[in-house]
């Protein structure tokens, strides 16, 4: 049975998107995200049977930071990026999410406009889930509830290291960390290092840390040049770990 989505998209105002029932979703993934972590395989079924599947293309956007909403989703498959913009037209990069993560829970918890625009940084794959459903979820199941304030607040954590970082680390010490990061949730293994294929431009990766491209173009130079990485398109080789551990700190 094929269904359609409408999403607010960037490029395609209110283009349908292809909806896919069924459990094409790899259980592995679904166990990634807090909201099905705690739950038994029968009663973590009966809730993918209550969300739907969407997919964006590498560029578009899912919604806008403004617009209203009342739905979760999780990211199944592909990267997404968080981003606000200024009032003077900055951008500034909130974070980059893959298979596992969620975004969009606060509208369900403290209903107000999206804090945030959200884009596909590759073709991707969300779940959904409507407000109505996952509060019927969350009443009486109170470990379901827990992952869900625990996704919270690890984000909390997360903000508050960013603020954190821009106030006591060096640009330097933000690539090395953001690249780290990225390491840790994309990142492959291999003989010769660390292959991490952000998918990020360098403006991207710049929006990301809080600086200007050239800022960050010349502390990626410099981690090159001491055989920290090697640089590649959208993608990066960490060749020394430890070492960019110690500069990130």
């Not at 617009?67 to 498959?77: A, E, I, P």
């Not at 993560?101 to 369900?108: A, D, Y």
């Not at 003989?191 to 991490?196: F, I, R, S, T, Y």
């Not at 173009?217 to 090697?230: P, Q, T, V, Y």
Request: some cysteine; aromatic content about 4%.
């Amino acid at each position: 049975m094929r269904q359609t989505v409408t999403c607010n998209t960037g490029g395609w105002p209110g283009r349908p998107l292809p909806i896919l029932e069924g459990m094409s979703v790899d259980n592995d993934v679904l166990r990634q995200a807090p909201l099905f972590g705690a739950l038994d395989d029968e009663a973590a079924l009966a809730l993918r049977s209550s969300m739907t599947e969407a997919r964006l293309r590498r560029g578009e956007v899912l919604f806008h930071e403004g617009d209203s909403g009342d739905k979760l989703y999780l990211v199944t498959d592909g990267k997404v990026k968080l981003g606000r913009t200024s009032s003077d037209g900055r951008e500034n990069l909130l974070a980059i999410l893959g298979p596992g993560q969620m975004f969009g829970e606060l509208s369900l918890f403290d209903p107000g406009p999206r804090s945030a625009t959200v884009t596909a940084v590759t073709e991707t794959s969300l779940l959904t889930l409507s407000h109505d459903e996952l509060i019927r979820w969350l009443e009486g199941r109170p470990t379901v509830a827990l992952g869900m304030l625990t996704q919270i607040a690890s984000r909390l954590r997360k903000a508050n290291d960013v603020n954190a970082d821009l106030v006591f680390s060096d640009v330097p010490g933000r690539v090395a960390k953001a690249l780290l990061d990225l390491a840790d949730r994309f990142g492959r293994t291999a003989d010769d290092g660390v292959h991490v294929h952000h998918d990020l431009t360098q403006e991207e990766l710049a929006q990301l840390v809080g600086a200007s491209r050239e800022t960050v173009n010349k502390a990626l130079a410099d981690f090159a040049s001491r055989g920290w990485l090697r640089l590649e398109p959208r993608s990066v080789v960490i060749m020394d770990v430890e070492r960019m551990k110690r500069r990130a700190r």
